[in-house]
């Protein structure tokens, strides 16, 4: 199926590493510019290296602390001309539950993840605008949809970054722009083996046994490959997704469905 993306330019945020890298190694092979922003330097500089080999020129990229009320209007500047696609992908919400998260934890988390996606999009709408065209996707995650008390910190921001990308993508579409979302479950990226090592450091402080160590009752028998997710964002940003916005889709094998609630 040609997707018909051959020489747009789509810009990543949190693109060094996991989705982010995958996403953009999808758009690559589709014949996508892409220009990708991170705030591990070390990382986003391999990252760059890897994606330039890949599409066979360079690739650009920007060092950025999302956390910073100013990183989204920077890297707009720098890159956010001739941009068609966005996809926001950076900032990890870490686990915790209302009475262990203090103030400033919770602002910075959601500084780097809930208002950049915000940033972003507010920041490239009006150049999509000008442009007549133009493709947000928000990679968010099942969490705003499986609420947990231990995850409160992370299931309220991507809730609330569903409901805007529902809200804006609902009426984007009269400026021939579509905004959509994807909520990924468990997917095999570096994120989920550190949550893993935390779980069992944690197992391991308790005296917790192995045979009594809960494990993720995966669907499939495995966890999700990042480029399964990689490539229905590709698919979404494509010309044939053309009458998809205002929608999150879920991408997580049927695990939301898997637990019994009687």
């Not at 579509?178 to 308790?206: F, H, K, S, W």
């Amino acid at each position: 199926m040609d997707l018909g993306l051959q020489g747009r330019r789509a810009l990543i945020t949190g693109g060094s590493r996991g989705l982010g890298l995958a996403t953009a190694k999808s758009f690559i092979a589709e014949g996508v510019e892409v220009v990708i922003a991170a705030q591990d330097a070390g990382r986003l500089a391999a990252a760059t290296a890897e994606l330039s080999a890949l599409a066979g020129m360079p690739v650009a990229s920007m060092q950025l602390d999302f956390s910073e009320a100013d990183a989204a209007d920077r890297l707009i500047a720098a890159h956010g001309e001739g941009i068609d696609i966005l996809v926001n992908c950076a900032g990890g919400i870490p686990r915790g539950e209302l009475h262990t998260i203090d103030d400033a934890k919770w602002r910075n988390t959601w500084d780097a993840k809930v208002f950049n996606y915000i940033r972003m999009m507010r920041g490239m709408y009006p150049l999509m605008k000008a442009r007549g065209a133009g493709v947000m996707l928000n990679v968010m995650g099942l969490g705003g949809e499986m609420l947990q008390a231990t995850y409160v910190i992370g299931g309220a921001g991507n809730a609330a970054l569903m409901a805007a990308t529902k809200a804006i993508g609902g009426r984007s579409a009269d400026d021939n722009i579509r905004v959509l979302g994807v909520n990924p479950g468990p997917i095999g990226t570096d994120r989920m083996l550190d949550l893993q090592r935390q779980r069992d450091a944690r197992y391991d402080a308790e005296g917790v046994p192995p045979e009594q160590r809960k494990r993720e009752d995966l669907p499939f028998g495995r966890a999700g490959k990042p480029e399964e997710v990689a490539d229905v964002l590709v698919f979404l940003a494509s010309d044939r997704a053309g009458y998809i916005s205002g929608t999150v889709l879920t991408i997580d094998g049927g695990m939301k469905y898997r637990h019994c609630v009687i």
